[in-house]
């Protein structure tokens, strides 16, 4: 198992920015992919992007492209998730997960595909 845990979250205005972190712990963490999500009250949960255990690839969601960018540092254990250019329509919770393997696989952006999550933290961006 891998315990995962989210901070970061806050409320911005609209066109501002905001850096979440997801700490990871119980697993070697440059042998697991990890993700972001998001969930919108009373929607489904979201794929936001994804990077390999490398680090060396990135995937995201159409919505956040240009303006969201994944990293991580393995030697912290440590995901980032940069937002910039907020829009109201990001506000949500986000959540970071983690997949046992260090590739990225062709189902990346279905929560099924993750093995463990975190807890969330709170996104609001105003108008």
Known sequence: QV???????GSVQAGGSLRLSCAASGRTFSRTTMGWFRQAPEKEREFVGTIS???SSTYYADSVKGRFTISRDNAK???YL??????PEDTAVYYCAARFSAYV???YSFPTAYNSWGQGTQVT???
Not at 3 to 9: A, D, F, H, I, T
């Open 3 to 9: 315990q995962l845990v989210e901070s970061g979250g």
């Open 53 to 55: 255990g490398s680090g």
């Open 77 to 79: 254990n440590t995901m």
């Open 82 to 87: 940069q937002m910039n250019s907020l829009k």
């Open 105 to 107: 696989a062709s189902d």
């Open 125 to 127: 961006v105003s108008s």
